[in-house]
């Protein structure tokens, strides 16, 4: 453990990383995350999460709107072999330079299997492309997205229920879990990357439109899985009834298709869907704000 860490991170992901890294006992000689972002309805300024880790630690923090300028800072914590990185959640693109801070490099916690998937949606990806497996992998970083060699895998097998942020947490305490197993061997040169096998498949970074769910291209099935995988952002909506006067427009939060053995309930609220599947609402937040069960709305609705 005689290296120093700098450690890349923002968001709950990053969390875990750098409370395994501080638990271990390791040497923390900055934190690197974004500037402090505006939020919520009165537009504060909110600190991001490992800046928060960071203070209660007295840890060094640089928060840059241009990564090149942490270089003299890096430079000041010794030699650059006495450096290594560590990076996960960050959310930029790390230019070569700064990795080159670094040795052997930055080390990168990524949510999926890679070479599956690369890019910012991993974790929402996996659950809408309806995936048995997602996992963490342990990799060099390049300046090219996601692309660099792997140290390590582990398989996390997923049962088609997760939501997107039961997974963020369940992979960001995996990540952090591996990464104090494989940083020793890796410092001490022991283990080595291995370039990644099989084509690429890339993920994009998700927006809001995302989120709506065209009941006319999309199977309950597929519906399903969105919900999952946006509740959190970009969380889905459903347009009810678009060509009359009764149009609402729903955020979808909970639902489960119909099945071929499940009877129709007139109390709940059931849309159609492609290839006559249908999906039942479980729970809503309705046009005026308040979340709700499907059930209750449809009955408010319908009065």
């Known amino acids: 453990m005689s290296k120093t860490i700098?450690?890349?991170?923002?968001?709950?992901f990053s969390a875990a990383a750098l409370r395994s890294l501080i638990d271990a006992g390791y040497t923390i000689g900055a934190v690197v995350t974004k500037p402090d972002s505006k939020s919520g309805r009165?537009?504060?300024l909110a600190a991001p999460l490992v800046k928060e880790i960071a203070l209660e630690h007295d840890i060094k923090i640089l928060q840059p709107t241009k990564l090149l300028d942490i270089i003299p800072d890096i430079e000041a914590l010794g030699d650059v072999t006495e450096r290594i990185g560590v990076l996960s959640s960050y959310g930029r693109i790390v230019p070569q330079a700064v990795i080159d801070l670094f040795h052997p490099g930055i080390i990168n916690i990524h949510p999926s299997?890679?070479?599956?998937?690369?890019?910012?949606?991993?974790?929402?990806?996996?659950?809408?492309n309806g995936d048995e497996r997602t996992g963490v992998s342990i990799m060099k970083l390049s300046a090219e997205m996601d692309a660099g060699p792997v140290y390590a895998q582990e398989v996390y097998p997923l049962d088609g229920t997760e939501t997107a942020p039961q997974l963020y947490d369940t992979l960001s305490a995996l990540g952090g879990r591996m990464l104090v197993e494989t940083l020793p061997e890796i410092i001490k040169g022991n283990l080595l990357p291995s370039p990644q096998q099989n084509a690429a498949i890339y993920c994009y970074l998700l927006k809001k439109e995302?989120?709506?769910l065209n009941t006319a291209e999309l199977t309950a099935i597929e519906a399903e899985r969105r919900v999952?995988?946006?509740?959190?952002?970009?969380?889905?909506?459903?347009?009810?009834?678009?060509?009359?006067?009764?149009i609402a427009i729903l955020v979808v939060t909970k639902a489960h298709v119909l099945s071929s053995d499940e009877e129709k309930d007139d109390k709940q609220l059931v849309v159609p869907f492609k290839n006559n599947s249908f999906l039942v609402v479980d729970e809503l937040i309705g046009p005026s704000g308040k979340r709700m069960s499907g059930a209750a709305f449809k009955n408010g609705y319908a009065a």
Do not use: W
């Not at 700098?6 to 709950?12: A, E, L, R, S, Y």
């Open 6 to 12: 700098v450690f890349f991170g923002t968001d709950t």
């Open 42 to 44: 009165g537009h504060k």
């Open 113 to 128: 299997l890679l070479p599956l998937y690369r890019g910012p949606s991993p974790i929402e990806t996996a659950i809408v």
């Open 210 to 212: 995302d989120g709506v």
């Open 228 to 246: 999952r995988a946006y509740v959190a952002f970009p969380k889905t909506k459903i347009v009810l009834n678009p060509e009359t006067d009764d």
